[in-house]
Each structure stands twice: as C-alpha cells, then as structure tokens.
C-alpha cells in the first residue's frame, strides 16, 4: 500500500465510501481505511432519498439499477392519536415533480454500504478494514496518520488531506484543534426491534402513533418491520425486550398484532450537535463526524453522503491545480449551513413527536386528530414537505462560487440543484440528469420555448464562444424546445425543462460536477459562464 497518498479517508461507513467512488472517478490518489474489521450486520439508517438516487445516477456503469432493486417504495402512512387511526396519508398520491427518482426508499444501511462497495471494486478500490487511525498530525506541508491494525502492527500515512468519515467519535475532529462538536444529547431513550409483527392491517405502510410517547413502525422488505419507540417509564437499566414493545402497542398501536422472531432489538440515545466548522487546516470532516441529529425524516446518511460529493470535485479540482486551496473552504460554507437548517428542522421534529411534556402532550393530542386529516389531504403542503425529506431542495445560493447572470429572473438561481426532465433523443427519451457526470462540469444550452428562439448556429457559436475561453473541462449539450429543429439531439419533452428554468428566450445553465448550478443565465451572457468554472 501507498504510504504517501493525496488523501486519507478515515472511515469506511456510507459518508467514507461516497467520497471514495467520488475521488476514484476523479482518479485521484487516496485511500480509505476502517476500525472495523467487518461490516454490522445490523442497520441503522432504513431510508435512501431521491436527491441521494440522483447523485449516485452521475455514476454510469455503478449500477444505480440494483440500488433502486434492493430497496422497498414507501407506500404510505398510518397516523394514529391516542389508540385511534386518525389519516392515512397516500404517498403515490404526491408526485415530486422533475426528477427520475421521485421516492424515498426503504432499504437497509448494509444494502447501501453493500452497493457503495460493489461500486468502489469497478474502480479496483476496498475499504482497508480492520485498520484504526490511531494519532493524526497536521503540518505546513501535509498530515502524518499513524494507524493500527487489530494485531497491532503500525503504518504511518502521509497525505495531502485526511478526510474524517468516522462518525460520531471521530477522531479526525478529535485532532483538529480548532474545531468544536457543540449541542447536547436529547433526554429520552429509544427502543428498536427489526422483528416479525403478525397483523391484520394493510402491511407495506409507516406507522406513526402518538399518545403518552410515540411507537412507529416502517416496513422492511423481507416481511419484518423496523419498530423505534419513546415509552414513558420504560426500564433503562436493562435490555429491552419483545414484551415492551407489545406491551406499549396495546395501548398505542390500534390493531397493532403480536411479534415474533426478532434479529435486533436494542436502544439508544440520540444527540443533536454540529461542528463550528467542517474544514480545519489539512483535516476534513463529513457525515456524522461533521453533525448529528435525530433520524426523524431519515436525513443523515443521506446527509453525509451530500457532504462527501460537495467536497470530492473539490478536492480533485485542488489536488489537480486547477483551484486554489482556498476553493476548499466552500465546503464549509456550502455544507455547514445545510447542517443548521438540518438539525433545527429534524429538532423541530424530534420534539414534536418525542416531548414528555403534559401539558403539550394533552394539546397536541386533543388537536392533532382535527388536524392531520386537514394537512394530510393538503397535496401541495404535502409535497413541499416531501420536496425538503427528499433533499431536492438543498441548495448553495449564499455561495461565493455560484452566480445568477445580472438580469436573469428565472425561479432557478446559481446554487440551485439542477432540476431534471424528460428528454428525447433519437435514441429514445432519458433524463436530463443522464447527461451529467461527476467528473466534469456540464453546460446545457437551451434554444428557449418562445419566437424569438435560438437556431443550431446560433447554439455553435455560443458553445464554440464557451469552449474557446474556458481551460477546465466541461461539456456542452444542446436543448431544443419541440418544433425547432428536426436534427435535434436532445429536445425538451413537453417543454418542462424550459418552463422550469424560465428560458422563453435562450439561455444557459453551467452545471457542477455534483449536480449544483454554478451559474444561469440568457444565452446573450454566456461569456459570463465561463468565469464560474
Ligand atoms: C437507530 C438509528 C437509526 C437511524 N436511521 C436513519 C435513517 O433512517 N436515515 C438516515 O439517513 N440516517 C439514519 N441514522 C443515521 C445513520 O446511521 C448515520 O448518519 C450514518 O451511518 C452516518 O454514516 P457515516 O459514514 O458518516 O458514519 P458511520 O456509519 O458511523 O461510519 C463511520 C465509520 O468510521 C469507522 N471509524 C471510526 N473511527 C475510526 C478510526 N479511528 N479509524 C478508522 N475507522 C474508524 C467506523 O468503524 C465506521 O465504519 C440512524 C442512526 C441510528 C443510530
């Protein structure tokens, strides 16, 4: 193995391995180590979010395919107040608009970290397990990592970068001496089964029921279940068992059933808490070394990963010489405030369901059941929450890095995820987000939908205006809008994508190598474009 690398990745969980498949593609020198010496057959994160699908889509030849096989659509929700069903919230019934992958999907973390491994060994690269970052020291020129093996044979790593995707103990973060993990652990404590549940009710669904704590159920694929429950007076100075949670489903859980053969059954406590930064000199944090918070919603893998595609172009695009080593910093700037706006969101949440409070208790009880049949039969409420669960939403617009051409009013701003539609080729139609990959910054250049819309040569000179100042390597498309030109590679099915960038008239979207829009405007400022590379 190498001893002197470009980058270090401590930590071989979801966060480490995204980030490696995002600097194997960029073919950078790096490795990935992990503590363990073999993977938990255990799963903690259950859910894998569209915006997640997406990114991992930027990957041709990953097999995005037997990701999306593996896992289970979520069919809908059961909310329950006090021991009464009180709505059932279809989830088919909201479609998310503008994306190939318009779910979230239940699938076990093992299945995910199981994916990510298959997708690392097509680019020849493993996770080294069983081996533990040990002592970290950075200097003017790079970081020294000492590591250890379960037999206690020691290596020291150099790299230009350390990465920590260690988790919540990192000690990445440990030994960056500027950073801080502020926030605090949540009072209760939260039992969990994956086990078998015999019942009468429509199986496939997520229950929600509330009372006197809160029990909820999501399904898993193989028949089991994923119980996690908050029950007042619950023993915690011992191991929970199947009894407690049958004996709290009877008072919460209508029509709940019996369990039987479970193959986890555990508890926890949960924190909510972020780093003041997530660079420190040479060092790097992402995932849940970098924040924690409650997985209402299903957020953190999901999260983590997001952190390790924003920082890996960058990196790549560093070590390249193409940037500055102060390009790096805008993935603190970038990811730091998705962070907040994370935790206030899932703490906001968390509190909801979880507070022991009575007072707030007998409110929220008494109110919800008038409540939740008004905002569950609301579609575009429900939506615009599915939009935020799904993370299409993130976005960078308080980016320095990101711009929005002068003039240029379209509802898609520099920052922006790059939304995504349908588009016929003479091959049969794709998605928009087929086109990207992680390696290269791609522009899209749209003949706009309205009459004073841009020819083939009108598109080649800008493309050729484009390609002539930039040295980065990017790649150009064109979009026509249906009816302008017969040759058209790609057209814009039914208009959508024009529509949703606002082009009536030409225009153009610079897109990152990580699926966020470095920089929109009309096509008549399209020289702009090039300074956003
Ligand atoms: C009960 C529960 C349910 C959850 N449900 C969800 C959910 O539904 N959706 C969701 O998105 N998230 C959920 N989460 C959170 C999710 O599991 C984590 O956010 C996710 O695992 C974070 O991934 P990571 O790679 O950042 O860290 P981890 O998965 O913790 O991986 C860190 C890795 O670093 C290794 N490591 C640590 N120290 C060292 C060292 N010194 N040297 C080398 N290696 C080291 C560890 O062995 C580990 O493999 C849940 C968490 C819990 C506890």
Redesign the pocket.
């Known amino acids: 193995m190498q001893k002197n690398v470009d980058v270090l990745i ?8 995204a980030l490696a498949l995002e600097l194997a593609t960029q073919g950078a020198s790096f490795r990935i ?4 010496t073999e ?1 938990s057959p255990y799963s ?6 569209p915006r997640t699908l997406e990114l991992f889509n930027r990957h041709a030849g990953s097999g995005i395919e037997d990701l999306v096989a593996a896992g289970k659509r979520a069919a809908g929700a059961t909310m329950c107040v006090s021991g009464k069903k009180v709505v059932d919230i279809d989830v088919d019934s909201v479609k998310i608009p503008g994306t190939k992958y318009p779910f979230s999907m239940t699938i076990t ?1 093992n299945e995910t970290e199981h994916w990510l491994e298959k997708a690392l060994a097509k680019h020849s690269v493993q996770v080294e397990m069983g ?4 002592d970290i020291a950075q200097d003017a020129d790079g970081v020294t990592v000492t ?1 250890s093996t379960k037999d206690g044979v020691e290596e020291e790593i150099r790299a230009k970068y350390v990465v920590g ?8 973060r440990h030994a960056a001496k500027n950073l801080t993990f502020d926030g605090d652990a949540y009072p209760q404590e ?1 039992i ?1 089964a994956d086990t078998f549940m015999e019942s009468k009710l429509p199986g496939g669904r997520a229950y929600m029921c509330l009372g006197n704590g809160a029990f909820i159920v ?1 399904p898993l694929k193989d028949g089991r279940v994923r119980l ?1 429950v908050s029950r007042p007076n619950q023993d915690t100075s011992r191991a929970p068992k199947l009894e407690d949670f049958e004996e709290f489903m009877q008072e919460i859980f209508p029509g709940g059933g019996s369990l039987h053969d479970p193959t986890w059954v ?1 508890h ?1 406590r ?1 924190h909510h808490r972020c780093v003041n930064n997530f660079r420190d000199g040479r060092l790097f944090v ?4 970098s924040n ?1 918070h409650s ?1 209402a ?8 990963i997001q952190d390790s595609i924003n920082l890996g172009w960058k990196l790549a695009a560093v070590l390249r010489g193409e940037k500055p080593d102060s390009f790096l910093d805008t993935y603190h700037t970038e990811r730091h405030r998705i962070a907040q706006f994370l935790l206030n969101n899932t703490d906001k949440a968390f509190t909801y369901v979880t507070s022991t409070n009575p007072i707030y208790l007998f409110l929220r009880n008494n109110i919800l059941p008038w409540v939740l049949p008004l905002v569950a039969t609301n579609k575009s409420r429900l939506l615009k929450q599915f939009q935020f669960i799904s993370q299409l939403r993130v976005r960078y617009r308080h980016s320095d890095i990101v711009g929005t051409a002068d003039g240029f009013y379209g509802p898609i701003k520099g920052g922006d995820r790059a939304v995504d539609g349908g588009l016929k080729t003479p091959q049969g139609e794709i998605w928009m987000l087929d086109l990207l990959t992680p390696t290269n910054h791609h522009l899209m250049l749209f003949s706009g939908s309205g009459d004073n819309y841009a020819t083939e040569a009108d598109l080649n000179g800008s493309e050729a205006l484009f390609l002539n100042n930039t040295k980065t390597a990017a790649k150009v498309h064109q979009i026509f809008s249906e009816g302008r030109n017969a040759e058209a590679e790609y057209v814009d099915v039914e208009g959508a994508l024009h529509k949703a960038f606002g082009f009536t008239d030409p225009g153009y979207v610079l897109i990152r190598p990580d699926g966020y829009i470095a920089h929109i405007g009309p096509l008549t400022a399209i020289e702009e474009a090039t300074r956003w590379l």
């Open positions: 401590v930590g071989g969980g979801p966060t480490g391995m180590i992990d503590k363990a993977r903690r994160a259950l859910v894998v979010q973390q081996v533990e970052a040990k590591t995707a260690d988790g919540a103990h990192s000690v990445v939260f969990c999501l996690v555990t926890f949960l992402a995932g849940d070394a924690i997985p919603g299903g957020q953190s893998l999901n999260s983590g």
